[in-house]
């Protein structure tokens, strides 16, 4: 089922342009199809998925900017796990983390569990949230040409982006889930781990 | 100078177990901490809108290469408990200072339900639970609750007892 408002844009075809030249970019994914999008790109060590911990994903983005000041961290994750944690976009704003960006991957879906509508299919603008939350810079990108002017910011400033995917659901790519093994080869490849 | 309160105290072990990220729902119980991490150039601080935001915010501290530690009052051990997964399933420490509330002299009848299920409801959770009722025993329990959160890489929380940090008292 669509709708007349439904965004466009291939999810993966938007991921991949994200993260295209990672470099030393440190990354964390939202449970879902956020996560599989960005491991569909190539596992790395500076990738954390989420595998759950729903709502929690742009404040773990948020700890990493603060104990990593000179790094950049990206915040990829889906409208239904933004939605459930709104509230950090006013914590972060209030922090203030320079070095902090974060993607929104909205389907105005919940995809995992039915592709149910969430808050954004209704009346719920999240651009607009993070900025009454004090964030100053915010997009939303609706065609490729846009995601590809959004890439550089995303790794430049302090912005909250909106990304407009079609609803289509895609095959599931399953990166690592081992939460240990990911916090520990994250925490190695920053080089904050002491043996 | 005098002999430092245990608040002070309390905000040294968390200086002297190496703690740089300060996240905090505030609570009255809490008020000097908040205000000695304001008032410190090297604690970084944030205010959390829900007390789970701050278990997100320690584990990011923590994949970065930095320790923190979150403030909250018992009410809000509530909204921790499916983000506590996280140190659990990724064997993060995790560190919180809870301020009890509804169960001793509680004026307030909202507070009680969750105060009497904040220990059993952590230790379900798999937080291992400390409780301070004196004040010559608060700053070494969170010295000693911080090393083992730490080391160990294991949730640790650290209740301050109601008796302890006084009762809420309101008067018309």
Known sequence: MSRPNDGTLDRRDVVAALMRDPGDLLVVTGLGAATYDVGATGDRPLNFYLWGAMGGTAMIGLGIALAQPSRRVLVVTGD????????????????????????????????????????????????????????????TARSMDEVEALRPRLRSENLFAVLRISAEEKPRHLPPRDGAYLSDRFRRALGVVVD | MDNPTWQESVYAALKAARITILGYVPDAGHAHLINAAHADPDMQTVVLTTEEEGIALSAGA??????????????????????????????????????MRGEWGEFNPWQVPMGAATQPVLTAAGVHVRRADQPDEVAEMVAASAALAFDSQIPVAVLLSQRLIGAKVFVK
């Open chain 2, 62 to 99: 923590w994949l970065g290469g930095q320790r923190a530690v979150m403030l909250m009052q018992s009410s809000g051990v509530g909204n921790c408990i499916n983000m506590l997964s996280l140190p659990l399933n990724c064997r993060m420490p995790f560190l919180t200072l809870v301020t």
């Open chain 1, 80 to 139: 239904g796990e933004m939605l459930m944690g709104m509230g950090s976009l006013a914590s972060i704003a209030a922090a203030g983390a320079p070095n902090l960006a974060i993607a929104v991957l909205d389907n105005m879906r919940y995809g995992e569990t039915g592709s149910q509508y969430s808050h954004t299919g209704h009346t719920t603008d999240l651009q607009a949230v993070a900025a009454a939350c004090g964030w100053t810079r915010t997009a």
